[in-house]
């Protein structure tokens, strides 16, 4: 019983209309049954005649295919039916009678060629044209399934839409997929049953015959009268609900908007044009006037066209000036609502602005693949840091110059550069000898010098051993370039909220012991922060709550816990920064040096503060400029290496001066790293 609960009256209707068709084929029904029968399927007919007029969106009728075929069983069970009731009774019902004799109005003859006539407008104007239909935009909408799906992957990633629209949209675009799929299968169904139907009914005029003049004694005259109207009848009462079937299937494949109410939208294309009634109207009194046609009657519909172009160019300057109104009114009020003020307040974390001509760049119907480039970004520093770079604005500046880009952070800009659009940034990597013509220019991430060359050059540049770019991944590189550099700043509070419910999912004991009772989660951003100021990857979390739940029984001085992380992960660090396999050269910093910046340390409740005199600053950073120009020479990342305890000092003071310098302690490198020392800071040469 509880599970007869749970079943709906809709499965009991379905299973009973299905259940119908499979025992209709076999057992033998009564006239009158076929009768209600009949009447049930033109109605079923119209219902969905009807449906597929006025749905407003295909999707709405997504069942259609499957719909498609419960008709078609259904009705073809009554053409078998009927047809035993025709060879063994000769009385079908007055259903099929009354179609019969009233296609025919009395004659034979007639009623036989309105009836093949039907049968032609079916088979060749309506299916066949429904079958092309189908299988045309089937093939349509599969093909253009990567451009949408890469279409709502810009959306997403320029922050036009959210998480959940996009989900909706991948979904309504499957589902759109499946259901034009299944539609150029399904119109086989109305085919065939067009073209079973054709034969039902030749063996119900053959078969009448035989059976009328075999068994019933008969007269042949007057059998061929008898059976030839009930066949006739018997193919209107399944033509007519199967030539409805095929019409609302060619309906719901032809609807050119995917969400439009049909019948308003008719009438406005074919009606809504003033000038067009005026000339229509124009042409029929013509005609009327000129011609033996007959002279009311055109010039009566001829006045009908004008009168009803005059209407509706009174309706539409109403409608222009009421859409004008309307548009001034909102545009007073969304100036009036307070939180109008509010909106201006958002700030974006990262921008990326552009001029009209890099608009291509950005644009997919143009073959742009900006907005692709921009996606891969932010997966690529989400796999290399362990964090997620907030949504990347783009658009478009008419204020800026056509070629120029910049990159704003918060709202700042905080780089800029220049593309020539179809032209190649070609850079000498340094050993090649022969030189090539082009525009002098700078590569804006690194500032290297380099030249735009034309697409006719970029062959002889390469072969030449010239590194050549394109304008898309000049401007991906410079902004992957400052996103690293100002990833600390993109990882908010809720940012790591959302790090910290991931971790306790799979580590929920080491999450509760750290926070909130050893750390709070502003403090364990910090940690984060330092980690990422300096390139190191938070996505080992687990390694780094590790570290924090042991070190900060001790202290709770995050740039000391950021020193303690960053040992605790010193296999990581020595990957990132040195290559196992050879000798790696770095500059040491001197303890003479050491020892000054360490008693130049003041510790506060404020936080730390040096003291040391700015002239000695100075001069310890022009000896670290000098000794790293060593490294420059010979294309080596510029390292320093210090004690544990002075590191993050030493770091300190270079950010002012040598903001691209790496600072690593002893205790950060990997026992399986060599590494030979090429100068010593505060140390003469």
Known sequence: MARLKGIKIADFGVAIYLLAAIMFFIVPIPSFVLDIMLAFNISVALV?????????????????????????????????????????????????????????????????????????????????????????????????????????????NTGAITDEQARERRDKLQQESMFFGSMDGATKYVKGDATAGLIITMINLVGGLIMGVARQGMDINDALNRYTILTIGDGLSSSIPSLLISLATGILVTKGSKEADFSNTIVKQLFGIPKVLFLVGGSLMFLGLATPLNTFLFLLMGGAFIVSGVVMQRSIGKQEAEADVTEDEEEAEEIRKPENVVSLLNVDPIELEFGYGIIPLADVNQGGDLLDRVVMIRRQIAL????????????????????????????????????????????????????????????????????????????????????????????????????????????????????????KNTNPVLVDELIPSQLNLGEVQRVLQNLLAEGISIRDLL????????????????????????????????????????QNEVVLLSQKVEQEIMAAVKHTEQGTYFSLDPERIRQIMDDAQKKLSVLEEREKPPIVVCQPIVRMYFKKLCEDYLSDVIVISYNEIDNNINITAVGTIGEES
Request: aromatic share 8%.
């Open 384 to 503: 290399e840091l362990g964090t997620v770079v907030p949504i990347i604005r783009l658009r478009d500046n008419i204020q800026l110059n056509p070629n120029q880009y910049i990159i704003k952070i918060k709202g700042i800009k905080v780089a800029e550069g220049e593309i020539l659009f179809d032209h190649y940034m070609a850079m000498n990597p340094g050993y090649v000898a022969e030189e090539i013509t082009g525009i002098p220019t700078q590569e804006p991430s690194f500032h290297l010098p380099a030249l735009w060359i034309t697409e006719g050059q970029r062959e002889r540049a390469e072969s030449l051993g010239y590194t050549v770019v394109d304008p898309p991944s000049i401007i991906a590189t410079h902004l992957t370039e400052v996103i690293r550099q100002h990833i600390a700043e993109f990882l908010t509070r809720q940012d790591v909220q959302n790090l910290v419910d991931n971790l």
């Open 48 to 156: 969905v005649l009807f449906n597929c007029l006025f749905v407003r969106e295909v999707l709405d009728m997504s069942f259609f295919p499957t719909l498609l075929l419960f008709t078609t069983i259904f009705r073809i069970s009554l053409n078998v039916s009927s047809t035993r009731l025709i060879l063994s009774t000769g009385n079908p019902g007055n259903v099929v009678e009354a179609f019969g004799e009233f296609m025919g109005g009395g004659d034979l003859i007639i009623g036989v060629i309105v009836f093949v006539i039907l049968l032609i407008i079916q088979f060749i104007v309506i299916n066949k044209g429904t079958e092309r239909i189908s299988e045309v935009t089937a093939r349509f909408t599969l093909d253009a399934m990567p451009g949408k799906q890469m279409a709502i992957d810009a959306d997403l």
């Open 543 to 582: 390694s780094i709550f590790e570290i924090l739940a042991d070190r900060s029984l001790s202290t709770r001085d995050t740039d000391v816990l950021t020193e303690y992380v960053r040992q605790g992960l010193k296999r990581a660090v020595s990957q990132k920064f040195f290559d196992e396999s050879e």
